[in-house]
Structure formats: structure tokens, C-alpha cells
């Protein structure tokens, strides 16, 4: 995934690394537990930075591939009508879905690395990658779903979402530092006080 900001610098270095996190696609492993465990767990580190990267920049601001445009402008010929925001998982796995998806993957073949490579996809695009909300889909509809949320706005609620509590922490952090603030203050006017009182008390006894 070469994912940047709205230039053509890399948001973060991890993401370099990040187009070959999903070695095999699932279908060569056969029945070896321990290799299926393996692809699992590079599937979800490509699940995870992605939602960081949503998380922490604005998603219509992103471009995860260098042909995004060619991915979003065949997607929404293809699939005009398709929600996105919460998928229909017979959308995407039935066999009539197959039929019409499989000649739009095939498209990239040789266009996007790793095309046909399998990739965690969330069905609601505000929550994020739990066992509910997530399947497995081939790299390219991954690519195309998301960036089609990208800039239809669908995945501002996951940025929003995250900056508004960051906020909200900050904010709790303002309070608290002025809470302390205060109780330092009351401790010096009571001990001014105490001392005006201290001093009273010896010129009456002269």
C-alpha cells in the first residue's frame, strides 16, 4: 500500500513495507495451520496500520496507490450503486457477486502488486477491524472499496471519531492541571493566614 497525503511523500516509513505484508495469498497455504496462522497475522499488521493511518490523517486526503483515480473510476463504473459505508457481505462472496467482481480484479492484474492477495476488510467502515466487522476480500477490492470511502467521506467517522477524543483527553488533562492549580493556591492563602494569625497571637502575649 503506498499510502501518502495529499503529496507524494510516504506518511509514515512503516507503510513502505506495508505492500508486501501478505506474502501468499490464503488459497496456497493449503491445510498447514501454522502457515494459515502466519498469513492471519500479516493480514491483520495490514489491517492495523491502515486504520492507524485513517485514524491519524484526514482519509480524503490519502492516496494509497499511484492509481488510485484508474481504481476509483473503474469501481463506481462497475459498481455504481454499491453501498459502501456498511457492506453487504453477498455483495462481495456470492457467486453472482464473484462474477461481476472478477473481471474488475483481473483488470489490475500486473497494475497493482499483489492484486489478488488476501486482505482483511471492515463491513462498517466507522467501527473498527473486530471479528464481527471484518472479512477476508482480494487486495484490489480492498483498494477499491477504500478509497471509494476515502473520498466519498465514508471514513471521516473513524478520523473524527479519534481527534474528538484526543481532544476530549487533552481537554480533561487542562482541567485536572487547573484543579491542582487551585488547591496549591488555597494551600498558600491558608498559610498566610495562619501565619497573620501566628503573629497576632505574639504581640498580644508582648
Same mark, same amino acid.
Not at 47 to 52: H, M, S
Not at 160 to 186: H, I, L, M, P, R
Given at each position: 500500500?503506498?499510502?501518502?497525503?495529499?503529496?507524494?511523500?510516504?506518511?509514515?516509513?512503516?507503510?513502505?513495507?506495508?505492500?508486501?505484508?501478505?506474502?501468499?495469498?490464503?488459497?496456497?497455504?493449503?491445510?498447514?495451520?501454522?502457515?494459515?496462522?502466519?498469513?492471519?497475522?500479516?493480514?491483520?499488521?495490514?489491517?492495523?496500520?491502515?486504520?492507524?493511518?485513517?485514524?491519524?490523517?484526514?482519509?480524503?486526503?490519502?492516496?494509497?496507490?499511484?492509481?488510485?483515480?484508474? %481504481?476509483?473510476?473503474?469501481?463506481?463504473?462497475?459498481?455504481?450503486?454499491?453501498?459502501?459505508? =456498511?457492506? &453487504?457481505? +453477498? #455483495?462481495? $462472496?456470492?457467486?453472482?457477486?464473484?462474477?461481476?467482481?472478477?473481471?474488475?480484479?483481473?483488470?489490475?492484474?500486473?497494475?497493482?502488486?499483489?492484486?489478488?492477495?488476501?486482505?482483511?476488510?471492515?463491513?462498517?467502515?466507522?467501527?473498527?477491524?473486530?471479528?464481527?466487522?471484518?472479512?477476508?476480500?482480494?487486495?484490489?477490492?480492498?483498494?477499491?472499496?477504500? %478509497?471509494?470511502?476515502?473520498?466519498?467521506?465514508?471514513?471521516?467517522?473513524?478520523?473524527?471519531? =479519534?481527534? &474528538?477524543? +484526543? #481532544?476530549? $483527553?487533552?481537554?480533561?488533562?487542562?482541567?485536572?492541571?487547573?484543579?491542582?492549580?487551585?488547591?496549591?493556591?488555597?494551600?498558600?492563602?491558608?498559610?498566610?493566614?495562619?501565619?497573620?494569625?501566628?503573629?497576632?497571637?505574639?504581640?498580644?502575649?508582648?
Amino acid at each position: 500500500m503506498e499510502a501518502t497525503s495529499g503529496t507524494d511523500e510516504p506518511v509514515s516509513g512503516e507503510l513502505v513495507s506495508v505492500a508486501h505484508a501478505l506474502s501468499l495469498p490464503a488459497e496456497s497455504y493449503g491445510n498447514d495451520p501454522d502457515i494459515e496462522m502466519a498469513w492471519a497475522m500479516r493480514a491483520m499488521q495490514h489491517a492495523e496500520v491502515y486504520y492507524r493511518l485513517i485514524s491519524s490523517v484526514d482519509p480524503q486526503l490519502l492516496k494509497l496507490t499511484k492509481v488510485d483515480d484508474q %481504481i476509483y473510476s473503474e469501481f463506481r463504473e462497475n459498481f455504481e450503486k454499491l453501498r459502501i459505508d =456498511v457492506l &453487504d457481505p +453477498e #455483495e462481495l $462472496k456470492s457467486e453472482s457477486a464473484k462474477e461481476k467482481w472478477r473481471p474488475f480484479c483481473l483488470k489490475f492484474d500486473g497494475i497493482v502488486e499483489d492484486f489478488n492477495y488476501g486482505t482483511l476488510l471492515r463491513l462498517n467502515c466507522s467501527q473498527g477491524y473486530t471479528e464481527e466487522n471484518t472479512i477476508f476480500a482480494p487486495r484490489i477490492q480492498f483498494f477499491a472499496i477504500e %478509497i471509494a470511502r476515502n473520498r466519498e467521506g465514508y471514513n471521516k467517522a473513524v478520523y473524527t471519531s =479519534v481527534q &474528538d477524543k +484526543e #481532544e476530549e $483527553k487533552g481537554a480533561n488533562n487542562g482541567e485536572t492541571g487547573a484543579d491542582s492549580g487551585g488547591e496549591e493556591e488555597k494551600g498558600a492563602n491558608k498559610e498566610g493566614e495562619k501565619e497573620k494569625t501566628d503573629k497576632g497571637g505574639e504581640k498580644e502575649k508582648a
